[in-house]
C-alpha cells in the first residue's frame, strides 16, 4: 500500500516538472518571437517600465558639410537636422497634415492676403523673444540668397508687420493651400541685423528642440534647448546629439560598422554592399521624387479616355521596379500617395491584361493582325504610339523599354524616341508629344493643378477637376474621376531609409519631409 502511495506522488511530480517546462518553454518562444516581429526596436513607450540605461549623447555622421545656416544650406542631411533646431510657421504631420508651430492662428483675407498670430510666448535660444518681424526678415533673406525654399516664397508680394504678433502676406496670384508653403525655418532678425548675413560667423540660433553648442573642424555639437516651449511636456530623451563629418558615405558606413555612429540616412539601396545585412535595424520611406508616363490627352488615338486606361491596366508596375529599377524604387500611383492622408489607398487601379482588352473591345477597337484599330472619322486608326524619354537619363530608357515590350505583349506598340536634354525640354514645354516618361519633385503641398489643373502638363481638359482640386474637401474626389480618365500614369517613385545602431530605440515615423520625426522620443541605450 505505502508502494503504491509513493508512486503515486512520483507521478503528480512528474507531471508538474513537465508543466513548468513547457510552460517555460512557450513563454521564451512568445518572448523572442515578439522580438523578431518587432525588428529588435524597443518602442519609448515601453521603456518607462523597464530598467534600461539610456546614453545622453547620440552620434551621427554627415558629408559635404558647408554651414548650418538653414537658409544657405544645401545639404540634405543638414536641411533634416536643422528642422531639430530651426521651428516653421507650421509643421507637417507624418502623414502631412498642417499643424501650427510658430504660428498660433491664420485668417485667409482674400485669395491674395493671409494674416498670421504668431505665438509670442516662443523664445530664441539667446532669451530673446520671437516676434513677426523675424519672420518678415527670414522671407527677406530667402529672397536674396537663392535658398532652397525660394520655391516657397515666390508667389509672396509683400510682408507687413503691423505688430509684433501679427503678420499680414500678400500674394501676386492665388496659391492653393498656401499654408503649406509657410514650413520653412525661421531666423532671428535681431541676432543678424547689424551683420553680414551671409557671411556671418555667428553660431546660428533657432527655437527648436536643440541649440548648437560648438562648430569645429571635425563635428558639430547640438544640446538641447531648455527654451524649447515643449521642453516641460514632451523633453527630448537624448540630451545631446554629435555630427561627425566625413569626406564621404562610404567612411560613414564604415563607421557604422564599427559602432562609433548610431544613425545613417540614405537613398543609397546599396547600403548593404557597405554595411551587410545583419545587426542593425533600418526604416524605409516613400519619397517625393515622382515619375510618370503623360499623355497628350490632345492626340487623335489618346484624346480617348478607354486607350489611356487600357494602357494603365496593361502596364506591370511592379515589373517595372523589379527588371528594369532593380528594386530600387517603389511602385507609385498618385501625385500624392508618398503618405499624404489625402491619398484614397483603396482607388488603385490593377494590372489586369484582361482588363485592358476588354476595355478596348468595348470601345469598339479590333485586334487584327497583332494590333489594335477602329475606324474614327472615316480613317483606320491604330494604336500605335511614340514615347519619349531623354537618352541622358539611363534609367528611363530602362523603363522605357519595359513599358514598349509589355504593351507590345498586347497588341498596343511603342516606338521609344530618346532625344538630347534639348529636345525633351522641348516636347514637355510645348507637350507636343504622344507619350513621354517624366517626373517631378512632389512639394509637401498637396496641390494637383501641375498634373490636372488648367494649362496641365497633359493637355487633360476637365472643367470639374479644375474646381475640385482647389479644395481638400474634394480631393478624394478627383481620384475618382482621375481613374477613370487616366491622363497619366503615375510609376514609380525613390525611397529612403534610416539605418539604425540595434542599440538605438523610439517611435520612428521617418516620411520625406523629415526624417526625424518623433525625435524627442530617440534614445540610445548602453
Aim: charge should be neutral; glycine fraction near 4%; include cysteine.
Amino acid at each position: 500500500m505505502k508502494s503504491s502511495s509513493n508512486n503515486f506522488f512520483k507521478y503528480i511530480f512528474i507531471i508538474v516538472v513537465i508543466a513548468l517546462i513547457c510552460g517555460a518553454v512557450y513563454i521564451i518562444y512568445n518572448k523572442n518571437n515578439n522580438s523578431s516581429e518587432n525588428n529588435d526596436i524597443v518602442d519609448s513607450n515601453t521603456i518607462e517600465n523597464q530598467d534600461i540605461s539610456i546614453v545622453e549623447n547620440l552620434k551621427m555622421g554627415i558629408t559635404n558639410y558647408d554651414t548650418m545656416n538653414p537658409i544657405l544650406t544645401k545639404n540634405r542631411d543638414i536641411v533634416n537636422i536643422d528642422k531639430l533646431v530651426f521651428d516653421p510657421l507650421f509643421t507637417i504631420t507624418s502623414d502631412y497634415k498642417l499643424e501650427y508651430c510658430l504660428a498660433k492662428s491664420t485668417k485667409k483675407i482674400s485669395d491674395l492676403s493671409y494674416e498670421i498670430k504668431i505665438d509670442t510666448d516662443v523664445k530664441w535660444q539667446d532669451g530673446s523673444s520671437f516676434i513677426s518681424k523675424d519672420v518678415e526678415y527670414t522671407i527677406e533673406q530667402i529672397r536674396n540668397t537663392n535658398s532652397i525654399y525660394l520655391s516657397n516664397i515666390q508667389a509672396i508680394e509683400s510682408v507687413n508687420t503691423p505688430d509684433s504678433e501679427t503678420l499680414v502676406i500678400n500674394l501676386k496670384y492665388n496659391v492653393s493651400f498656401f499654408e503649406y508653403n509657410l514650413t520653412f525655418p525661421i531666423i532671428p532678425y535681431r541676432y543678424y541685423m547689424e551683420d553680414d548675413f551671409v557671411n556671418s560667423n555667428k553660431i546660428p540660433i533657432g527655437t527648436g528642440m536643440y541649440k548648437i553648442a560648438s562648430i569645429n573642424e571635425n563635428n558639430i555639437l547640438l544640446i538641447r534647448n531648455d527654451r524649447w516651449k515643449k521642453i516641460k511636456t514632451n523633453p527630448p530623451r537624448t540630451q545631446s546629439i554629435t555630427l561627425q563629418k566625413y569626406n564621404s558615405i562610404g567612411e560613414i558606413f564604415n563607421t557604422f560598422k564599427l559602432g562609433n555612429i548610431d544613425v545613417v540616412s540614405t537613398y543609397m539601396t546599396n547600403y548593404t554592399d557597405y554595411i551587410g545585412t545583419i545587426g542593425y535595424n533600418k526604416r524605409e520611406y516613400a519619397g517625393r521624387d515622382y515619375d510618370f508616363l503623360s499623355f497628350n490627352c490632345n492626340d487623335v488615338v489618346l484624346s480617348n479616355a478607354s486607350v489611356r486606361k487600357a494602357i494603365n491596366y496593361a502596364i506591370n508596375k511592379e515589373n517595372i521596379v523589379s527588371t528594369a529599377l532593380g528594386n530600387s524604387k517603389v511602385v507609385s500611383n498618385f501625385p500624392i500617395d508618398y503618405g499624404n492622408y489625402l491619398y484614397n489607398r483603396e482607388s488603385v487601379i490593377p494590372y489586369n491584361v484582361d482588363l485592358a482588352k476588354q476595355t478596348l473591345e468595348n470601345d469598339g477597337w479590333t485586334y487584327v493582325n497583332g494590333k489594335w484599330q477602329k475606324n474614327i472619322n472615316g480613317y483606320i486608326k491604330k494604336i500605335t504610339l511614340s514615347l519619349v524619354v531623354n537618352k541622358s537619363n539611363t534609367e528611363r530608357i530602362n523603363v522605357a523599354n519595359n513599358i514598349k515590350e509589355q504593351l507590345d505583349n498586347i497588341g498596343i506598340k511603342i516606338n521609344v524616341v530618346q532625344v538630347d536634354d534639348e529636345r525633351y525640354q522641348n516636347y514637355l514645354n510645348n507637350k507636343n508629344y504622344q507619350l513621354i516618361l517624366t517626373g517631378v519633385q512632389n512639394s509637401v503641398n498637396p496641390d494637383l493643378s501641375y498634373f490636372y489643373g488648367e494649362g496641365n502638363i497633359s493637355n487633360y481638359y476637365n472643367e470639374e477637376v479644375f474646381s475640385k482640386i482647389k479644395s481638400m474637401d474634394s480631393i478624394f474626389e478627383v481620384q475618382k474621376i482621375i481613374n477613370d480618365e487616366v491622363p497619366h500614369i503615375g510609376l514609380y517613385r525613390n525611397k529612403g531609409t534610416i539605418i539604425l545602431n540595434s542599440n538605438v530605440g523610439g517611435d520612428f515615423a521617418p516620411n520625406s519631409n523629415f526624417l526625424f520625426y518623433n525625435f524627442e522620443k530617440w534614445y540610445r541605450q548602453q
